[in-house]
C-alpha cells in the first residue's frame, strides 16, 4: 500500500504476556518513529529509527520496551510482561529522512492489557 | 516535561465561524512547527505547517500564525465546516534533532 500500515489493529492481550505490534513504513522512507497515546494524554514519543539503528531510546519507558527494524523496512515494537498501563493506542509513523519535517502515521494499534 | 502545550482540550463552534486552536511552546530550539488532524481510530494526518522564519502560512481555509517571541503557535480555521471536527494536534521539532514533540490535541466540534 501507499501509506503506512500497522498490524494488528487492536490486541487485547492478559497481564503479564508479551505482545508485539508490527508496522510497515512507506517504501523509501529511511526514518521510523513509534508514539503512543493513552486515553486523555498527547502523542508521547518512543523511539525512532534512522534506516535500522536506533540513535534516541530515551522515549521507551521501561526495559520491558524494545524495538527493532531490520532492511530498512518493517518494524516491531514488543512490550514484554504487559502491565494495565501500557494499554494505549501505539502510533508508527515513518519520513522520507531523517531531518525531514513531515511525518506519516499508520492508523495505530490499541492495546487493551486486561 | 511537556515542551509542546495545548491548555484547551476541547472547543466548539459552529459552522461558518472561525475556530482558533492555541499552541505553546517552551523550548526555543524548535523551529518547524506542524498541525496535525486526526479522526476515531485513525492515525493523525498532517494538515499544516511553519517554519520559524515565517510568521503566518496559509492553505485554503487554515492559517497557521506563528509569535516566535511569544513562543506561540495557533492555527485558525475559516470558515468552520462539521467535517473539520477532529483532535488536532500542535507539534514542534528543530532541525537538529529528530523527534516530534506532541501537544495533548484539542478536540474540535463544529456544530451545523
Known amino acids: 500500500g501507499a501509506g503506512v500500515s500497522q498490524s494488528p489493529s487492536n490486541k487485547v492481550t492478559e497481564k503479564g504476556k508479551d505482545v508485539e505490534l508490527r508496522c510497515d513504513p512507506i517504501?523509501?522512507?529511511?526514518?521510523l518513529y513509534w508514539y503512543r497515546q493513552r486515553l486523555g494524554q498527547g502523542l508521547e514519543f518512543l523511539i525512532y529509527?534512522?534506516?535500522?539503528?536506533?540513535?534516541?531510546k530515551s522515549g521507551l519507558p521501561s526495559d520491558r520496551f524494545s524495538a527493532e527494524r531490520t532492511g530498512e523496512s518493517v518494524s516491531t515494537l514488543t512490550i514484554q510482561r504487559t502491565q494495565q498501563e501500557d494499554s494505549a493506542v501505539y502510533l508508527c509513523?515513518?519520513?522520507?529522512?531523517?531531518?525531514?519535517?513531515?511525518?506519516?502515521f499508520g492508523q495505530g494499534t490499541r492495546l487493551t492489557v486486561v | 516535561d511537556q515542551q509542546v502545550k495545548q491548555n484547551s482540550p476541547s472547543l466548539s463552534v459552529q459552522e461558518g465561524r472561525i475556530s482558533i486552536l492555541n499552541c505553546d511552546y517552551t523550548?526555543?530550539?524548535?523551529?518547524?512547527f506542524l498541525w496535525y488532524k486526526k479522526y476515531p481510530a485513525e492515525g493523525p494526518t498532517f494538515l499544516i505547517s511553519i517554519s520559524s522564519i515565517k510568521d503566518k502560512n496559509e492553505d485554503g481555509r487554515f492559517t497557521v500564525f506563528l509569535n516566535k517571541s511569544a513562543k506561540h503557535l495557533s492555527l485558525h480555521i475559516v470558515p468552520s465546516q462539521p467535517g473539520d471536527s477532529a483532535v488536532y494536534f500542535c507539534?514542534?521539532?528543530?532541525?537538529?534533532?529528530?523527534?516530534?514533540?506532541f501537544g495533548t490535541g484539542t478536540s474540535l466540534t463544529v456544530i451545523p
Open positions: 509513523a515513518s519520513s522520507l529522512a531523517w531531518d525531514d519535517t513531515e511525518a506519516f
Open positions: 507539534a514542534a521539532s528543530a532541525r537538529t534533532g529528530n523527534q516530534f514533540y
Open positions: 517504501s523509501g522512507h529511511t526514518a
Open positions: 523550548n526555543s530550539m524548535f523551529d518547524y
Open positions: 529509527f534512522q534506516g535500522n539503528s536506533a540513535p534516541d
